[in-house]
Structures are given as structure tokens and as C-alpha cells.
């Protein structure tokens, strides 16, 4: 097994075969996975049972709360774009289900159909973001806490009801919100990381409204420097695993009239503590 690190955030996994791994290379990979935070891989073979497989000897699945699911389990969320479809899942800046009270670990996504071009994933790396901020704004975000939601994207009226999305969306009624520090301390790396994401993070709690979107946008402005990110291109046979504790990732919406479908299982995570 080999782990390069690729462009600004995150590695290149390879020689490595998911489905086969032995129980001392995925102690390698999981060091790999707190080093890095995001793992690219080529070249697997991970049909939806080994897919299942490699998701369940790394942690424990959790179910998405939106999504539709695949045929092939239900513990498999489909991110599915049609043909004819306009809106895509996750095409702006998020972690996953940061709305939770306990928030998903990681994400496995694996490519099933691609667009001939375009659909790449992009990248964020908020640990290298974190360290790199000015630190008048790191005094600025000591001790805050932040309200993660979903209500505004999933619930009545919300972003997502309003798209040709909706159709495969579910869960209107499990919409909520949770708080988390807005500086956590990575549960395995120990790194800093800054939490807060533009699809969940609504304001710091205690703050109006506007000020905390001036705040919000800046360090927003910050994480999206090109430093601070990659894109992948999806292949036959790519998966890739991140960290939502410590990364951001949206999916480029740039290949209408082209069917795209992926396949996520989420793992579990465990409560986010301030650094
Ligand atoms: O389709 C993608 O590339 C990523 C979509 C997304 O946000 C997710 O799977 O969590
Ligand atoms: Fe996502």
C-alpha cells in the first residue's frame, strides 16, 4: 500500500484493493485516514456487498436521513443525478449531516455512473485552513459555538423541496438542528479544525442573524482559497473516503443532459468536543 498526498488536501491510495485488504493494511489505511482526512482511490472493485463490506470492518453505518436508497441495501444512499434532472445533491459547500447532534464521521462514495465529462468533487482541507487563519480571527472564533441545520435545504419550503430534487428526497418530517464548537479538537488527530460548512452552519449561537453571516463569509472566503482545496475526477472504479470532521466537499453540477449516480455509505462518528 502506497499513500501519496494529492495537490492541496488529501492522498492517493494505491496499490491497495479494498475488497481484499488484510486486517494490517486497513491498520495502515485507517492511520492514513487520520493523517490525511481524505483518501482517494483507483481501480476497485466494490460491488454494493463489498462496498457494505469495506464500510462496516472500518466503523458503523448511519443512515442518511434524506436520500433515497439503493435497491441493493438501505444502508446505501443513492446520490443520484438524472438525465434530465437540473439540481444535483451536494453541488455547494458542505460536510455531511453536521446537522446531527453526533455527526457522521466519514463518507465512502463510490463512482457507479459517470458523466462522459465533468462531475468531478471538490475539496476542502479545514485543518490546513484552520492553522492558516490570521490570528485575530482565531481569537475571534475561540470558544463559539455554531447551529448546524437542515431544515432551510430538506424541510417545507426548503432549498432542495424547490428543485427538481425533491422527487427523490425524503424525510421532510426528521429536519432539525444540533450546535457544535466552531473550533473542535479532531477526535483521532487531535488537530484544530474549523467546523462550521455553508450548506448547515445558519449562525454562531448567541449572534444575530447578520452578524454572524459577515463572520461566516469570511472565514468562508478563507477555506475556499485554492490552497486550501483540490478537485477529483471521478473513473470507472474510483472511490473516495473523507473525513467530515476536518474536510468540505461539493460536487460539480457541470454535465446536464448526463446521467451521473453514486453510491455513499456514512459512518458514524462520536461527539465533537472544543478544541
Ligand atoms: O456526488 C458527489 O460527488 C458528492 C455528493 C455529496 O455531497 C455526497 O455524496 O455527500
Ligand atoms: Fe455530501
Given at each position: 500500500?502506497?499513500?501519496?498526498?494529492?495537490?492541496?488536501?488529501?492522498?492517493?491510495?494505491?496499490?491497495?484493493?479494498?475488497?481484499t485488504m488484510?486486517?494490517t493494511?486497513?491498520v495502515?489505511?485507517?492511520?492514513?485516514?487520520?493523517?490525511?482526512?481524505?483518501l482517494f482511490?483507483?481501480?476497485?472493485?466494490?460491488?454494493?456487498?463489498?462496498?457494505?463490506?469495506?464500510?462496516?470492518?472500518?466503523?458503523?453505518?448511519?443512515?442518511?436521513?434524506?436520500?433515497?436508497?439503493?435497491?441493493?441495501?438501505?444502508?446505501?444512499?443513492?446520490?443520484?443525478?438524472?438525465?434530465?434532472?437540473?439540481?444535483?445533491i451536494g453541488?455547494?459547500?458542505?460536510?455531511?449531516?453536521?446537522?446531527?447532534?453526533?455527526?457522521?464521521?466519514?463518507?465512502i462514495?463510490?463512482?457507479?455512473?459517470?458523466?462522459?465529462?465533468?462531475?468531478?468533487?471538490?475539496?476542502?482541507?479545514?485543518?490546513?485552513?484552520?492553522?492558516?487563519l490570521?490570528?485575530d480571527?482565531?481569537?475571534?472564533?475561540?470558544?463559539?459555538?455554531?447551529?448546524h441545520?437542515?431544515?432551510?435545504l430538506?424541510?417545507?419550503?426548503?432549498?432542495?423541496?424547490l428543485?427538481?430534487?425533491?422527487?427523490?428526497?425524503?424525510?421532510?418530517?426528521?429536519?432539525?438542528?444540533?450546535?457544535?464548537?466552531?473550533?473542535i479538537?479532531?477526535?483521532?488527530?487531535?488537530?484544530?479544525?474549523?467546523?462550521?460548512?455553508?450548506?448547515?452552519?445558519?449562525?454562531?449561537?448567541g449572534?444575530?442573524?447578520?452578524?454572524?453571516?459577515?463572520l461566516?463569509?469570511?472565514?468562508?472566503?478563507?477555506?475556499?482559497?485554492?490552497?486550501?482545496?483540490?478537485?477529483?475526477?471521478?473513473?470507472?472504479?474510483?472511490?473516495?473516503?473523507?473525513?467530515?470532521?476536518?474536510?468540505?466537499?461539493?460536487a460539480?453540477?457541470d454535465?446536464?443532459?448526463?446521467?451521473?449516480?453514486?453510491h455513499?455509505?456514512?459512518?458514524?462518528?462520536?461527539?465533537?468536543?472544543?478544541?
Amino acid at each position: 500500500m502506497q499513500v501519496s498526498p494529492f495537490k492541496n488536501c488529501g492522498a492517493v491510495v494505491s496499490n491497495l484493493q479494498l475488497a481484499t485488504m488484510t486486517d494490517t493494511e486497513l491498520v495502515e489505511l485507517r492511520n492514513a485516514f487520520t493523517e490525511y482526512g481524505l483518501l482517494f482511490f483507483r481501480d476497485q472493485d466494490l460491488p454494493p456487498q463489498e462496498h457494505l463490506r469495506f464500510a462496516n470492518r472500518f466503523g458503523s453505518i448511519v443512515v442518511n436521513k434524506f436520500f433515497k436508497t439503493s435497491a441493493d441495501s438501505p444502508q446505501i444512499a443513492e446520490v443520484r443525478k438524472e438525465k434530465n434532472q437540473q439540481t444535483n445533491i451536494g453541488g455547494g459547500w458542505h460536510t455531511d449531516h453536521s446537522y446531527d447532534d453526533i455527526p457522521a464521521m466519514g463518507s465512502i462514495l463510490v463512482a457507479r455512473t459517470l458523466p462522459k465529462t465533468g462531475g468531478d468533487t471538490q475539496f476542502a482541507n479545514l485543518a490546513a485552513a484552520y492553522d492558516a487563519l490570521p490570528s485575530d480571527l482565531k481569537t475571534k472564533i475561540e470558544g463559539l459555538r455554531a447551529i448546524h441545520s437542515n431544515t432551510h435545504l430538506y424541510g417545507e419550503n426548503g432549498l432542495y423541496r424547490l428543485t427538481d430534487l425533491n422527487e427523490q428526497l425524503g424525510g421532510m418530517d426528521r429536519v432539525g438542528d444540533a450546535t457544535h464548537p466552531v473550533v473542535i479538537k479532531h477526535p483521532e488527530s487531535g488537530r484544530k479544525v474549523l467546523y462550521v460548512n455553508p450548506g448547515h452552519t445558519i449562525q454562531f449561537e448567541g449572534w444575530d442573524f447578520a452578524e454572524s453571516r459577515a463572520l461566516l463569509d469570511e472565514l468562508y472566503a478563507h477555506v475556499t482559497q485554492p490552497q486550501f482545496t483540490c478537485s477529483f475526477n471521478w473513473l470507472p472504479g474510483s472511490v473516495t473516503f473523507w473525513d467530515n470532521r476536518c474536510t468540505w466537499h461539493q460536487a460539480n453540477n457541470d454535465y446536464q443532459g448526463q446521467a451521473r449516480l453514486m453510491h455513499r455509505i456514512t459512518l458514524a462518528g462520536s461527539a465533537l468536543d472544543a478544541a
